[in-house]
């Protein structure tokens, strides 16, 4: 199989901040994969957690080191393809975007799409939440308003963690909580910003909110101080940085509730689907989220959607120049299509 990559350029339409600072946008990297003449298409995004992290200029490199030994394989050696990619140690993205690919050829080649080939039903695909980054409360209001322009909305994550201390993230949520129907669910994700003291205070105060779960209060490599913090949560706790790959979840399964599953993290469909089943035998939750993905690999994770407990498939929606599209964002939930594969289209982006 033949594979050619190009990398592309995607720009927030209103900036995000997280506790780790602030994203105006993203190059990501588009790779096409050729057999038999179908085409498959998969994307790799550049991310940023500590030494795991990824850029596009990486993900190239892998590529480019890659494509000789691909060459041979067909997209059906999806083992042999496996085991090359772990024997030359490519990063998690370069992984996913090639996992998409194959994916997409094979619903191509069967001429479904892969919701289907797995026999999933999109009925069962609940909302997709958007996020609102830490900013002030104005300002916070402002883009839940932001938002509500794009039509209804029933689940928002806010991002909390703020470097002016939990005053400051009460602050916020306070005013979007009082601007939000009491129906909308409220997740919150500190994105590892606080102490185990701070996340025990803001643990009582989310619940006293209505806040429905907590998403990663703690930074990665604090694990241990998990345990106390579900011992005396009264919100589920969920992990985003904490939690790359299948391997990860059993060590994690007595101090959290669920975990959060992402292409770029997990290195594509495959191990996300080796994810939710060691989840869930575990007894956990899962949710499904996303960096600066376009709507080629959110449109590839909504597949799995019926799967999933939360979702967070939203990067898309606040992009300026997405040049791709896919699964339909309708009345508050992401919904894959009925097109073979993948089901996107390519749209140049005006300059």
Sequence with gaps: MDIHWHPFTVHKRIPLTISRGTSHG?????????????????????????????????????????????KPLHPLDGQSLEDILSEAGVGS??????????????????????????GLDRRRIGPTSVTIGISSPAAASQRLQDWLQ????????????????????????????SALPATTKVSVDANGGWSLPQALTMAQWLADQGVSYLEQPLAPG??????????????????????????????????????????????GLSEALRMIH?????????????????????????????LATHLDLDSHLNLK??????????DGHLIP????????????PHP
């Design 26 to 70: 993203s190059t990501n990297i588009w790779l096409r994969l050729q057999q038999d003449g179908i085409e498959g298409w998969g994307e790799a995004t550049s991310f940023s957690i500590g030494e795991r992290g990824q850029s596009s200029d990486a993900i190239a490199t892998d590529l480019a080191s890659l494509a000789p030994a691909l």
């Design 337 to 348: 299509n009925s097109q073979p594969g993948l089901g996107l289209s390519y749209h140049a």
């Design 93 to 118: 993205a370069t992984r996913a975007a090639l996992d998409i690919a194959r994916h997409d050829w094979l619903g191509k080649r069967a001429g479904l799409p892969l919701w289907q080939l797995w």
């Design 150 to 177: 794009q039509g209804p909305i029933h689940a928002v994550k806010v991002k909390l963690g703020s470097p002016d201390g939990i005053v400051a993230d009460q602050a916020m949520l306070s005013a979007l909580r």
């Design 222 to 267: 604090w694990e241990a101080d998990l345990y106390p913090l579900h011992q005396a949560s009264p919100l589920p706790l969920f992990v985003d940085e904490s939690c790359f790959t299948s391997q990860d979840i059993p060590p994690l399964a007595d101090r959290v509730h669920g975990i959060n599953i992402k292409l770029m993290k997990s290195g």
């Design 278 to 306: 060691t989840a869930r035998a575990c007894g956990l939750q899962v949710m499904f989220g996303c960096y600066s993905d376009s709507s080629l690999a959110n449109t590839a994770l909504a597949q799995l959607s019926p």
């Design 321 to 330: 120049d997405d040049p791709f599209s896919g699964a339909d964002f309708h």
